[in-house]
């Protein structure tokens, strides 16, 4: 996009997640920036994917605090983030429609496969990775786990991606009704209307 105006508009944008532990791994500062932020590694308008290589993802964790600097990534983690990342998206849209939407199938699949467990080691509940602490599967076990946490701090439902088909950039939806359609009024949203404008200007009288 030429301008998203942030994917958390009106959000604190916090400090970058603090990195997985053995015994606890605390939660992101803003787990619905985690989430935003990991769907949006693809810019669907200029087709630029920043977890497409193996260590194109690892670059990506290491920078958000999930994995160690240094750590390796195969194949099989790609294709398994980028089924998480699209799961996520399609969730995401799915919130744009009435409560209780349904999950996609794909993101099931890939989030039953991701290395969770329960622990009570730290301050309170929390899911950490089965996986030893820095490796890539652990660290993508905590954006699954960073949807836990959205949804415990209510952000979850308003996760929302663009309703432009050439954009579908994630954003955080902190209107008053929940029913922002795009991720940006100045780009999106003028596009949007304008095409609208121009498509009743065609119309016959």
């Not at 532990?21 to 949006?40: H, I, Q």
């Not at 969730?91 to 744009?96: D, G, L, T, V």
């Not at 959205?150 to 939806?173: E, H, I, M, N, Y």
Request: net charge negative; charged share 25%.
């Amino acid at each position: 996009m030429d301008e998203q105006e942030g994917a958390m508009a009106g959000t604190d944008t916090g400090g970058d997640p603090a990195p997985p532990s053995a015994d606890a791994a605390p939660p992101p500062a803003d787990p619905a920036l985690l989430l935003a932020d990991f769907v949006n590694t693809l810019d669907v308008e200029s087709a630029t994917d920043e977890i497409a290589t193996p260590a194109g993802l690892a670059g990506w964790l290491a920078g958000r605090g999930l994995v160690p600097e240094g750590a390796g990534a195969e194949g099989a983690d790609v294709r398994t983030a980028v089924a998480l990342r699209e799961g996520l998206r399609e969730a995401m849209e799915a919130h744009h429609g009435p409560n209780g939407a349904d999950i996609p199938d794909d993101l099931e699949d890939v989030l039953a496969a991701l290395p969770l467990r329960v622990t009570l080691a730290g301050p309170c509940p929390a899911l950490v990775p089965l996986d030893p602490p820095g490796a890539v599967p652990g660290g993508l076990a905590l954006i699954a786990a960073a949807v836990m946490d959205s949804v415990a701090d209510g952000t979850w439902p308003r996760l929302k991606t663009c309703q432009v088909d050439t954009c579908r950039w994630a954003f955080l939806d902190t209107s008053k009704n929940r029913s922002r359609a795009w991720c940006s009024m100045k780009v999106c949203g003028n596009r949007t209307k304008t095409r609208a404008y121009r498509a009743r200007r065609r119309a016959p009288a």
